[in-house]
């Protein structure tokens, strides 16, 4: 089992940066029988949750939402099983509850179901 911790969420002000640290514990990413994808997702007030980013474990390749491409950047470190959202320029709208997640083997990057392992989640708040 896979048990991921979040931290670095807080208060910012419009086009301020925050970094979103994840880190795993556990059964970490173990990429010999898998294909390990592990993102970021959020979820405002009233709203369902959503992708925002996701990073191949093993070969690095990244995918991001319309509405955050050019601003935010997922990486990692695979030698501490840990991956960052650094989160540029931001805007009222980006406030949400931020979740990072896993999945050994997801057939789709962009679905929140495909995703089996969850953080508990970190508020980010960006004010006006």
């Known amino acids: 089992q896979v048990q991921l911790v979040e931290s670095g969420g807080g208060l910012v002000q419009t086009g301020g940066s925050l970094r979103l640290s994840c880190a795993a514990s556990g059964r970490t990413f173990d990429t010999y029988a898998n294909n390990y994808a592990v993102g970021w997702f959020r979820q405002a007030p009233g709203k369902e949750r959503e992708f925002v980013g996701a990073i191949t474990w093993e070969s690095g390749i990244t995918y991001y939402s319309e509405s955050v491409e050019g601003r935010f950047t997922i990486n990692k470190v695979n030698a501490a099983n840990t991956f960052y959202l650094q989160m540029n320029s931001l805007k009222p709208e980006d406030t949400a509850v931020y979740y990072c997640?896993?999945?050994?083997?997801?057939?789709?990057?962009?679905?929140?179901?495909?995703?089996?392992?969850w953080g508990q989640g970190t508020q980010v708040t960006v004010s006006s």
């Open positions: 997640a896993a999945d050994p083997s997801p057939i789709s990057i962009y679905p929140k179901s495909e995703y089996t392992h």
